[in-house]
């Protein structure tokens, strides 16, 4: 019988302070009406000045270890889906790593922007598929507020802060991650990137005046890049796992524009009442959307054994990646 990789915990993190569309329009030339017709968002969480993404990622991670019945010490891989982490170096993995009392496992950070978190599950499916790891624990978590220009409009609307975390373990039985699709164009890794604060641009005077350690997007070509490639995603993710749409019980997708999300759902003939959508709660949380989401679903008593979901991505690199996932 072939092991299988089975979520058997999530949880998840989000600041108190909540930044809404009305407080915006005091900082720059917008308007709850733009925001809200344009990307769905009413809201967005901001981390406290002493909140870093490993702080969110521990509350998150503990949630999920409490929920697969697991203590930290039986944790033996620990990754961390973050663009937004500690610091460039130790990995925000091994920081949380120490927060948790996790011994002797390896840690590690992965970024794929917005799709760290499907990337994250590919690698720890892969792990615990060939034997290797029992228990893993996957955190994407992110704090984009200290990486947000809070004088540009056209990127400081979408972004707000959070964590999410799942336990993945082995099975033997038919439940767990089913398939994964991973893909990366980066050809195009200038429609959306942090230039400063690397070996290409390290920080500077120069840097910090002309702005380049904040998300620069440019918007509008990515939302067409990313309905194009996430809708051909989709149905080629079902088509070659012999799966009709109408199987699915739950669409999770990354939470980056409503637009998009919908686009998708109607690609796949689902209702919107089977996807599953806060962004009007979080804005764009980069790789903490999708265990977010997936947590709060699961607290909601929307998935139930057995049944099929789907887990969608797109964002920096490019990158984008589906997970499906029999539950
Ligand atoms: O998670 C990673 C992946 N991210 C994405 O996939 C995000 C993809 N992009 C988007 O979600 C959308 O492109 C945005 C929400 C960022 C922008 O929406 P859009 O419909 O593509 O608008 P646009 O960029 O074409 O801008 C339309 C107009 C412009 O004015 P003009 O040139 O038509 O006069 C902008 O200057 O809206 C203006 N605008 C704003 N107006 C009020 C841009 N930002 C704002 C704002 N408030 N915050």
Redesign the pocket.
Known sequence: MLLRSRITGTGSYAPEKVLGNFD?EKM????DG??TE??GIKERRIAKGIQSASDLGVEAAKKAIHMAGIMPKDIDMLIVATMSGDMPMPSTASIIQEKLGIKNSPAFDINA??SGFIYGLEIADSFIKSGKFKKVLLVGTEVLSRFTDWED??????FGDGAGAVIMEPTKRNRGIVSMQLHSDGSLWDL?CVPGGGSRHPASKETVKDRLHYIK?K??K??KV?VKALESLVVNTLKANKIKPSQIALLIP?Q??L??IQAVAKRLHLPMSKVVVNIDKYG?T?SASIPLALDEAVRAGRINDGDYILLE????GLTWGAALIKW
């Open positions: 915006l720059v030339d917008t308007s733009w925001i344009r990307t922007a917005c409009r056209t990127t400081c609307v979408l959306l997007m918007g509008n990515t939302f990313a990354h980056a524009n637009r998009i764009n980069s991505a797109f964002g920096g």
